[in-house]
């Protein structure tokens, strides 16, 4: 199963981007999806959750200007990105909090991350 992310890229500030991040494989179902990002010399943080019912949480720092969604059929999961700020800068990665895998054993990933997509906000 891969996470792969995608929609990264150079903006200006006041700007919008749209990440996608859709997994891949023998999936059965997948629960929390998750926005998380790094911006260089800081640690990763949380940016938007959603659960498999559609519940979202933002970060202090996004609320009101990203928005995560989730297409449940295509196993993928958004977040769109407005009024971009140069401290938005940072590598992005969505992980899953748990994915049940097809097949009859239903295998269980837990925490799976995919590869970060870089976005840069210019002043």
């Known amino acids: 199963v891969q996470l792969q992310a995608s929609g990264g890229g150079l903006v200006q500030s006041g700007g919008s981007l749209r990440l996608s991040c859709a997994a891949s494989?023998?999936?059965?179902?997948?629960?929390?999806m998750n926005w998380h990002r790094q911006a260089p010399g800081k640690q990763r943080e949380l940016v938007a959750a959603?659960?498999?019912?559609?519940?979202?949480h933002y970060a202090d720092s996004v609320k009101g200007r990203f928005t995560i969604s989730r297409d449940k059929a295509k196993n993928t999961v958004y977040l769109q990105m407005n009024r971009l700020k140069p401290e938005d800068t940072a590598v992005y990665y969505c992980?899953?909090?748990?994915?049940?895998?097809?097949?009859?054993?239903?295998?269980?990933?837990?925490?799976?991350w995919g590869r970060g997509t870089l976005v840069t906000v210019s002043s």
């Open positions: 959603i659960s498999s019912g559609g519940s979202t």
């Open positions: 494989g023998n999936i059965f179902s997948i629960d929390a």
């Open positions: 992980n899953a909090d748990r994915i049940t895998l097809g097949g009859t054993l239903r295998l269980v990933l837990y925490d799976h």
